[in-house]
């Protein structure tokens, strides 16, 4: 009987440039798939909330923290992912969320031996460039959510951002 597994979180960084959005995609360096491209994921762990997980696995992987100015936005998105993983022989559901950075930011890889470049891909290229089809799902989500600022929908959303501050409200 396969397990099923709620202990992984994904996030969609995003940012908005040159009247477009783009996603940051972290080269693995490590197994499993060594050499893919992929968002930023991580485990939850033990006592850890989902978001508190997706919050340090930003500041794990890309140096991101709840306090620094460049983080403008964090939203939970609606649908969970879930995949089959045989070798677990478990269905994996994984929480996804977006946070929307400054446009001149850049992840800090500094920190994280498990990736060894970024790269940011164009919203109109996702599908080419992401891996698995629930990642090209979550970035269509995370765009709908960023288009719908100031909506009912974006406000349920929202999270707070770590460190104290508001997420953005009605800014497009």
Do not use: N
Not at 134 to 163: K, N, T, W, Y
């Amino acid at each position: 009987m396969a397990l099923i597994r709620a202990d992984l979180v994904e996030v969609c960084v995003a940012r908005e440039r040159g009247g477009g959005v783009a996603f940051v995609q972290l080269r693995r360096v490590r197994e499993p798939l060594a050499g893919s491209w992929q968002p930023v994921m991580g485990h939850v762990e033990s006592g850890e909330s989902a978001v508190e997980a997706a919050v340090r696995e930003l500041r794990e992987e890309v140096g991101l923290r709840g306090g620094d100015a460049a983080w403008l936005g964090f939203w939970q998105l609606e649908e969970v992912s879930p995949y089959f993983v045989a070798s677990m022989d478990a269905v994996v559901l994984s929480p996804r969320f977006v946070v929307l950075v400054e446009g001149s930011w850049e992840p800090d890889l500094t920190r994280d031996d498990a990736h060894d470049a970024h790269r940011w891909v164009d919203a109109q290229e996702v599908r080419e460039a992401f891996l698995w089809p629930g990642q090209v799902r979550a970035c269509a989500e995370a765009l709908d959510v960023l288009a719908r600022r100031g909506c009912e929908f974006e406000r349920a959303l929202r999270l707070a951002i770590p460190g104290g501050r508001a997420g953005p409200a009605g800014s497009a």
